[in-house]
């Protein structure tokens, strides 16, 4: 007799894609590194609309043992609206001192060497992320992350 293997979560790769207004969206990005703690490192991401006309896009969280995402965008927690050439920021709290946010992705609870999956209604989008103090303005810390092009890195 045989066993096979039990079928094991990817999270972020074997979730299934949101919706956003009720339309599809596509896996655009992935950042490692992710980190979400109350008096702790935020993660703030920063996306550009590279498209001609309006779209939605969103950025759901995973813990760092894949599970997530943690947020439902879905629901609107980490969604955000596009104009043709717009820039974004959306961060992994209720404030950080040093950015404007346009949104801000609520209720992840502590997240620490997670992830991130951009998707968007558009692939007419770039974006950047990195970690930063929240608490001070300019940052007293903060360094980039590496944004990939879904699953694969191609380089820094």
């Known amino acids: 007799m045989s066993l096979a293997p039990a079928a094991v979560s990817a999270g972020i790769l074997d979730s299934p894609l949101p919706l956003?207004?009720?339309?599809?969206?596509?896996?655009?990005?992935?950042?490692?590194?992710v980190t979400s703690a109350?008096?702790?490192?935020?993660?703030?991401?920063?996306?550009t609309s590279m498209d001609k006309k309006p779209f939605k896009m969103?950025?759901?969280?995973?813990?760092?043992?894949?599970?997530?995402?943690?947020?439902d965008v879905a629901?609107?927690?980490?969604?955000?609206d596009f104009n043709?050439?717009?820039s974004r920021t959306i961060v992994t709290s209720s404030n950080v001192d040093a950015f404007d946010e346009d949104k801000n992705i609520t209720a992840l609870g502590s997240?620490?060497?997670?992830?991130?999956?951009?998707?968007?209604?558009?692939?007419n989008?770039?974006?950047t992320a990195m970690l930063v103090d929240p608490n001070n303005a300019p940052p007293t810390s903060m360094v980039s992350l590496n944004v990939f092009a879904k699953t694969?890195?191609?380089g820094n």
């Open 20 to 33: 956003i207004a009720g339309l599809k969206t596509k896996y655009i990005y992935t950042v490692t590194g």
């Open 125 to 127: 989008i770039v974006c």
């Open 152 to 154: 694969k890195q191609k």
């Open 38 to 47: 109350t008096g702790g490192l935020e993660t703030v991401f920063h996306c």
């Open 75 to 80: 629901a609107g927690n980490g969604e955000q």
């Open 58 to 71: 969103g950025i759901e969280i995973f813990k760092g043992d894949g599970t997530g995402p943690l947020n």
């Open 111 to 123: 997240v620490d060497q997670g992830s991130a999956r951009i998707v968007s209604t558009s692939s």
């Open 84 to 86: 043709p050439g717009q």
